[in-house]
């Protein structure tokens, strides 16, 4: 998008800044030669019956460092919360570009008490007729629960190359302790006992992990290509980003594994009138190339960096070591001043669970729609209130800030 266009999209545009002002001084006209603030923060409230009511904070922020054209924005977000049921939870992410896009500083920091419903290894699918295969794969899909306490440190660094591409380095620290993995099905009023069998219990005993606690630690190495226009909200562009990371002992990870992620995204703007009319597709992959995984740190469903994917199923619903997910999103305007714009999506996942269940051979469908709301014409930052569905019953309300892709 030009410079004249961006002007007038922002002159046209109408926020949640804008509805407060009215709201409060009617009478009063905004003042132009303000500088806008980047910040955007916002209450959070959700539930669960894994986790009970939640309620907390969230912010983002956006900003274009220096004043050298074509320097993309750079990004943060923070989130704190609390839940009735005691789960603690605190977020903290960047993604930083330097004037001209010279290096690019990506990472994040995640501390919580948590607890995850499991439902087991795979797709979906029991490849093998036996009982242990029966419980690990939980091919009707109920809910086991798990309670840990979690660190999570990532820290990545790029330098351009040439234009829009990048290659760059860093580490990843992953430690889960205390776990209590409980046999007891959601909704169901019996204790956990050490001989009851669970998905996480079996895994651990098949490939060696300590049930109770494991780290994985290593190193990230990557290659980056983007032509986004924006990265809160693209109307147009790819991003594309192809990562290997190797846990190593030696960095006190509980085992040593290679593994390959792959991220890819298109953005079509589909009107030369009206840009926010876009086509959006996302695949994300992540296959174990040699090693083992600690169970919770399988590829999965909303396990992507920003937890954003498989949208009509909770995070880890389908997990594997190997995953592959795509979506396809259309992103519309409601209003002429954008205020209110609405989507509609539609996704795929398939696994290869290491048990005869082969990538690509089975796949499990979600889809469903949402409203936005823009909280921040400067930054492009969308409120999101999706509703979407998957299979085995599966269905859910997500709420977020910017987009999911």
């Not at 977000?77 to 930083?96: D, E, M, Q």
């Not at 295969?133 to 091919?139: E, G, I, K």
């Not at 205390?178 to 490939?207: H, Q, V």
């Not at 400067?378 to 019953?393: Q, V």
Request: charged fraction near 20%.
């Amino acid at each position: 998008m030009d410079t004249h266009a961006q002007v007038r999209e922002h002159t046209e545009s109408y926020d949640i800044g804008d509805m407060i002002h009215q709201l409060i001084s009617p009478n009063k006209h905004s003042d132009s030669t303000k500088k806008p603030s980047g910040i955007t923060p916002m209450p959070s409230v959700d539930y669960n019956p894994s986790i009970g009511f939640q309620i907390g904070s969230k912010a983002v922020a956006g900003k274009i460092l220096g004043s050298e054209p074509e320097t993309l924005m750079s990004v943060a977000a923070a989130s704190a919360s609390v839940t009735t049921k005691g789960i603690l939870y605190f977020y903290l992410s960047h993604n930083v570009y330097t004037p001209r896009n010279k290096w690019n500083w990506q990472g994040n920091l995640v501390v919580a008490r948590s607890v995850l419903a499991d439902f087991g290894l795979g797709i979906g699918h029991q490849a093998r007729n036996t009982a242990t295969d029966r419980v690990l794969t939980n091919p009707q899909r109920m809910p086991y629960i798990q309670r840990a306490v979690y660190y999570s440190l990532r820290e990545k660094v790029y330098k351009q190359v040439t234009h829009n591409l990048y290659l760059g380095a860093g580490v990843s620290f992953d430690i889960r302790r205390i776990i209590r993995d409980e046999a007891k099905k959601e909704g169901e009023n019996k204790g956990p006992t050490d001989d009851d069998l669970t998905p996480y219990k079996l895994y651990n005993e098949k490939y060696g992990f300590d049930q109770r606690e494991y780290q994985a630690n290593g190193f990230l190495f990557n290659a980056q290509f983007t032509s986004m226009d924006h990265q809160n909200q693209a109307f147009k562009g790819i991003y594309s980003d192809l990562g290997i990371r190797i846990n190593q002992s030696w960095m006190g990870s509980s085992k040593n594994s290679v593994q390959l992620t792959t991220d890819f995204r298109k953005y079509w703007s589909l009107s030369a009138q009206n840009q926010s009319h876009v086509l959006a597709f996302w695949n994300w992959g992540s296959y174990l190339l040699s090693g083992s995984l600690p169970y919770p740190e399988l590829a999965g469903s909303g396990k992507d960096n920003n937890n954003r994917s498989a949208r009509g199923y909770v995070l880890g619903y389908f997990r594997a070591p190997l995953y592959c997910y795509s979506e396809v999103e259309y992103r519309f305007p409601i209003l002429s001043n954008h205020f209110l714009s609405g989507v509609t999506f539609f996704n795929v996942q398939t696994a290869n669970d290491g048990l005869g269940t082969k990538l690509f051979s089975k796949w499990q469908p979600g889809g469903g729609a949402g409203l936005r709301v823009l909280f921040n014409k400067d930054t492009r930052t969308n409120l999101c209130l999706d509703y979407a569905f998957g299979n085995y019953g599966s269905h859910g309300f997500f709420l977020g800030l910017n987009e999911a892709f």
